[in-house]
């Protein structure tokens, strides 16, 4: 987990006055935007929106949906990946395809690359399964482990030197071949996310990549986030 990251491509400015201007335009008999000059600043729209629209949790969420982030996530595996893309209202994905990007594959079977810069494989340790059944990941384990995703990359590498298209040699490399994507979110929808997988039932990986998320969702929304963190962090609330 060493190598995930989660980086910030773009993001709406003052994404709190947004919320504001769409929060005020519901009750506001006049045209928002003429009254732009007396908005209030970034952190008092902050303050606003706690006190008017998450306060006592009213479940009026719509305005967050306005301010939207977009993020760049590197070097998860694919079941992560797997679960997030099941999340789709407000999000949108940009994959990458071993159909286009398998040349690492063939660097890590010519010895160029390690595997585990390709392929991730859970620390050493002890784990439960969904019944809670316990048992330990060996370091012996984890050795054999290597040594078949390194095996599947020589195949791979044999079938596309046979002439094998991408997409078919693929399939014969390990599940959880890392990947990168780039998601745009909204507001609301990235706090469903953080409801659904930062709690401590969410597998292991997926918890990891909210706890990513986090510092660049405070430094975006950080009253809402301050909220957030009070009220709904870790807590699995699903946003209404």
């Known amino acids: ?47 606003l929106i706690i006190k008017h629209l998450l306060a006592g949790n009213r479940g009026h969420f719509g305005p967050l949906e306005h301010p939207q982030i977009v993020l760049n996530f590197g070097w998860f595996p694919h079941s992560t990946m797997q679960q997030l ?12 395809s071993f159909r286009y990007t398998g040349s690492r594959l063939l660097e890590v079977a010519e010895g160029k690359r ?3 810069d390709v392929f991730y494989l859970r620390p050493l340790g002890f784990y439960a399964d969904r019944q809670g059944k316990k048992y330990e990941y060996t370091a012996e384990q984890r050795q054999q482990d290597i040594a078949w995703c390194l095996e599947a990359c020589d195949r791979y590498k044999t ?3 046979q002439g094998f298209a991408e997409e078919h040699a693929r399939g014969l490399i390990p599940f959880d071949v890392r990947q990168h994507w780039v998601m745009s979110a909204n507001v609301r929808s990235l706090m469903h996310i953080l409801d659904l997988r930062a ?9 990891q990549m909210c706890d990513l998320i986090w510092p660049h969702f405070e430094a975006w929304v950080p009253a809402v986030a301050a909220w957030y ?12």
Do not use: C
């Not at 893309?85 to 990458?96: A, C, E, K, L, M």
């Open 1 to 47: 987990m060493e190598r995930f990251r989660v980086e910030v491509v773009s993001q709406t400015s003052h994404p709190q006055q947004v919320i504001y201007a769409a929060m005020h335009q519901d009750y506001a008999e006049m045209f928002v935007w003429d009254e732009r000059d007396r908005w209030p600043d970034e952190e008092s729209a902050g303050e």
């Open 85 to 96: 893309r099941t999340h789709r209202v407000g999000v949108s994905f940009d994959v990458q």
């Open 114 to 116: 390690e595997v585990e």
């Open 159 to 161: 079938r596309i030197e």
């Open 199 to 207: 709690k401590g039932d969410a597998q292991l990986e997926i918890q």
């Open 229 to 240: 963190k009070a009220n709904r962090w870790k807590k699995a609330r699903l946003s209404p």
